[in-house]
């Protein structure tokens, strides 16, 4: 017995995403007749039908919302889920959390168990892994809705919240160049995330601003606080070390701290640093730690206001994405005479 004609299918022989699709299928203001007639056609050619089990059971309510997070011992996805759960409680929803450990295979699993619990909709922060992103769709096929935030995959055409990661980290490297550094190393993440590209482009827009040249050697794939100590002792052997480290995170950036005091290298006078979302520990090392708030509580209720839009107002037209605002804390692993 043959399987039944999925969206997928359709997609596949069209040569289209499968969220095209279904957006075709619903007659999509964004999607063009041509795409539309040949997905109809196609859909009635070989007999799709659109999921019975699923779209009986998008009719009986849950009150319940999923979230995935990569992992939640960062202070910065805590504090979105604070605020997703704060505006979830208040509407009536309760707040199913899970986390991917930065694995695409555990995100996948994620998402199953969400399935299964007949989330209403889901909030989602993808991992380091993940570059197919079927999973995610087989939700939207299913009728679930999805809001991205933080981490959001430009393969889909999706609602999302984020910030302004180039602007961010243009700011914070402008912030180091001002206090009279020149070799500022960068600690950076997978340029396959979306973060990690964005925040490289606003580091190397600031060098490039500010007449210094881009040295790939000082640019290092480090974004947890262990690979931070074997980066930070690489580049500070170099023939001409950094002055200043850029970290793409916290963590990171305290790692880096660590290492230097460790090698007797004093933070801020020899080297400076600069981490990414301010979390609850940068006010609590010694020196403290300058970094880029991401404002993750706005962030999270910013995320649960638009996805229960979506769950409670199904509105068809352009997905929105909404920029948080970031800004500078300043404290003392930057202050530097100048």
Same mark, same amino acid.
């Given at each position: 017995?043959?399987?039944?004609?999925?969206?997928?299918?359709?997609?596949?022989?069209?040569?289209?995403?499968?969220?095209?699709?279904?957006?075709?299928?619903?007659?999509?203001?964004?999607?063009?007749?041509?795409?539309?007639?040949?997905? *109809? *056609?196609?859909?009635?050619?070989?007999?799709?039908?659109?999921?019975?089990?699923?779209?009986?059971?998008?009719?009986?309510?849950? *009150?319940?919302?999923?979230?995935?997070?990569?992992? $939640?011992?960062?202070?910065?996805?805590?504090?979105?889920?604070?605020?997703?759960?704060?505006?979830?409680?208040?509407?009536?929803?309760?707040?199913?959390?899970?986390?991917?450990?930065?694995?695409?295979?555990?995100?996948?699993?994620?998402?199953?168990?969400?399935?299964?619990?007949?989330?209403?909709?889901?909030?989602?922060? +993808?991992?380091?892994?993940?570059?197919?992103?079927?999973?995610?769709? *087989?939700?939207?096929?299913?009728?679930?809705?999805? +809001?991205?935030?933080?981490?959001?995959?430009?393969?889909?055409?999706?609602?999302?919240?984020?910030?302004?990661?180039?602007?961010?980290? !243009?700011?914070?490297?402008?912030?180091?160049?001002?206090?009279?550094?020149?070799?500022?190393?960068?600690?950076?993440?997978?340029?396959?995330?979306?973060?990690?590209?964005?925040?490289?482009?606003? !580091?190397?827009?600031?060098?490039?601003?500010?007449?210094?040249? !881009?040295?790939?050697?000082?640019?290092?794939?480090?974004?947890?606080?262990?690979?931070?100590?074997?980066?930070?002792?690489?580049?500070?052997?170099?023939?001409?070390?950094?002055?200043?480290?850029?970290? $793409?995170?916290?963590?990171?950036?305290?790692?880096?701290?660590?290492?230097?005091?460790?090698?007797?290298?004093?933070?801020?006078?020899?080297?400076?640093?600069?981490?990414?979302?301010?979390?609850?520990?940068?006010?609590?090392?010694?020196?403290?730690?300058?970094?880029?708030?991401?404002?993750?509580?706005?962030?999270?209720?910013?995320?649960? /206001?638009?996805?229960?839009?979506?769950?409670? /107002?199904?509105?068809?037209?352009?997905?929105?994405?909404?920029?948080?605002?970031?800004?500078?804390?300043?404290?003392?692993?930057?202050?530097?005479?100048?």
């Amino acid at each position: 017995m043959s399987s039944p004609i999925t969206i997928k299918d359709i997609a596949k022989a069209l040569n289209i995403s499968a969220s095209t699709v279904s957006r075709a299928l619903k007659d999509h203001p964004d999607i063009s007749r041509e795409t539309k007639e040949a997905v *109809n *056609n196609l859909a009635a050619k070989l007999r799709y039908k659109p999921n019975a089990v699923a779209l009986s059971l998008k009719n009986s309510k849950t *009150n319940t919302i999923g979230v995935i997070i990569p992992e $939640v011992v960062h202070y910065f996805f805590s504090s979105v889920i604070s605020g997703i759960e704060d505006v979830a409680y208040e509407a009536g929803y309760n707040v199913m959390v899970c986390q991917s450990n930065e694995k695409y295979a555990r995100e996948v699993i994620n998402v199953q168990a969400l399935e299964s619990n007949r989330v209403e909709g889901a909030l989602v922060s +993808v991992s380091k892994e993940t570059h197919d992103f079927s999973h995610l769709l *087989n939700l939207e096929e299913n009728g679930v809705p999805i +809001v991205f935030f933080d981490r959001a995959p430009d393969e889909l055409d999706v609602d999302r919240v984020i910030i302004d990661d180039r602007k961010a980290a !243009y700011n914070a490297t402008t912030h180091l160049i001002e206090t009279g550094c020149r070799r500022i190393a960068h600690l950076s993440t997978h340029q396959t995330l979306g973060i990690g590209f964005e925040r490289l482009a606003g !580091y190397r827009k600031a060098l490039e601003d500010h007449g210094i040249p !881009y040295r790939e050697e000082l640019v290092v794939v480090a974004d947890s606080f262990e690979l931070a100590g074997d980066a930070t002792r690489n580049l500070m052997h170099l023939t001409s070390p950094p002055d200043a480290i850029f970290a $793409v995170n916290d963590m990171t950036a305290v790692g880096a701290m660590k290492t230097l005091q460790r090698m007797s290298i004093a933070v801020p006078q020899k080297v400076a640093i600069i981490g990414f979302s301010a979390g609850f520990f940068s006010d609590i090392t010694t020196p403290t730690l300058s970094s880029v708030d991401q404002h993750g509580y706005e962030m999270g209720v910013a995320a649960a /206001k638009l996805l229960l839009q979506r769950i409670e /107002k199904p509105v068809e037209g352009k997905h929105k994405t909404q920029f948080i605002d970031t800004h500078l804390v300043l404290r003392e692993s930057t202050k530097r005479k100048t």
